[in-house]
């Protein structure tokens, strides 16, 4: 896959995310988001105001929902518009792609204080408690993306 450019920005992150959820077909039908979201709140008052649809939905709740393109929506291929939800529900397991890639930008990111939780979370439930395992896991993470664990201006002084 190559080296990554590592998210240092909420903008950088979603173009990881959105690679995640391309790669898994998460993705809503534009109808299907029209015909949920017509009738709650700003939506709502937005659509009575002349906004049309997703415009509507992307106004009132703003980075949330990015463009999937058109994807096949029926068994023959008819193609419809779809959106990805980037607040979706997932959890991003040790089978998912990508997973080294959230793990780094997971341990990079919290109260250091909460390191040790999130690291007995992960031993304990995806690794049966097999630290011999879950180590090398590690061992393989940091190696591959270390680097993007320092903040950012350290990593731009050794460029």
């Known amino acids: 896959m190559g080296t990554p ?3 240092d920005t909420f903008e950088d992150y979603k173009k990881v995310l959105l690679l995640f ?3 898994k077909e998460y993705y809503h039908f534009e109808d299907d988001l029209i015909e949920q979201f017509k ?3 700003k939506v709502q008052q937005l659509m009575a105001e002349g ?3 997703m415009d509507a939905i992307t106004a009132a709740v703003p980075d949330t929902f ?4 058109n994807q096949a929506k029926t068994e023959g291929g008819e193609q419809a518009p779809a959106w990805y939800y980037l607040l979706y529900d997932y959890t991003i397991t ?3 792609p990508l997973f080294d890639l959230f793990l780094t930008y997971h341990l990079r990111s919290p109260d250091l204080l909460q390191l040790d939780d999130i690291l007995d979370y992960l031993l304990e439930n995806y690794y049966d408690g097999k630290i011999i395992a879950f180590s090398r896991v590690l061992t393989l993470t940091l190696r591959k993306h270390g680097e993007w664990l320092q ?3 350290q990593r731009l002084l050794k460029e």
Do not use: E, R, Y
């Not at 990015?66 to 393109?69: K, L, M, Q, R």
């Open 5 to 7: 450019v590592f998210p």
């Open 21 to 23: 959820l391309g790669m």
């Open 39 to 41: 009738n709650k709140g």
């Open 51 to 53: 906004m049309t649809g």
């Open 66 to 69: 990015i463009s999937a393109g």
């Open 94 to 96: 040790p089978s998912d």
């Open 151 to 153: 903040p950012p201006a």
